[in-house]
């Protein structure tokens, strides 16, 4: 199972990174593992690079989207397709700062179906995978 990290970019960043994501990707993978020491240094980092989510916005949004998929569920703030014939096991999260999603399928439904900006930048730290959302779907 994969685990997705997907991030709101400031506009004036994606248009700085939209050519060269591994230099954007690189920094948040430099801000994923840094220590607790220097968070203060990452706070600044993140707040030029990052937007925050509307989570209650987010959310809603999902459960509407998704309200008649018979394999989707909503159960403590995560949302779930399990899919048995597909196969797919997806489960997501939202939180202010990112969106945490885990899947074991190549096309994941909650990631495909959920395009609402061209700042969403998805970064995999484990595989060292990263894209932007809105080329991945088209």
């Keep these: 199972m994969r ?5 709101k970019i400031k506009p004036e960043m994606t248009i700085l990174t939209k050519e060269t994501p591994y230099n954007l990707y690189h ?28 989570k209650e916005y987010v959310d809603k949004r999902i459960m ?3 309200k008649h998929n018979r394999h989707y569920h909503y159960e403590d703030g995560r ?3 399990i899919n048995k014939y597909r196969p797919e096991n997806t489960y997501l ?22 395009l609402m900006s ?3 930048f998805v970064c995999d730290f484990k595989n060292k995978d990263y894209f932007w959302l809105n080329e991945f779907v088209h």
């Design 118 to 120: 061209d700042n969403l």
């Design 27 to 54: 920094t948040i993978e430099n801000l994923y593992y840094l220590d607790t020491v220097n968070s203060n240094v990452s706070l600044s980092i993140y707040q030029n690079i990052f937007s925050y989510f509307d």
């Design 79 to 81: 949302h779930m397709i």
């Design 64 to 66: 509407n989207l998704f």
């Design 93 to 114: 999260k939202v939180f202010r700062s990112h969106i945490i999603l885990k899947t074991d399928a190549v096309d994941p439904t909650l990631l495909v179906n959920y």
């Design 3 to 7: 685990t997705f990290y997907i991030f």
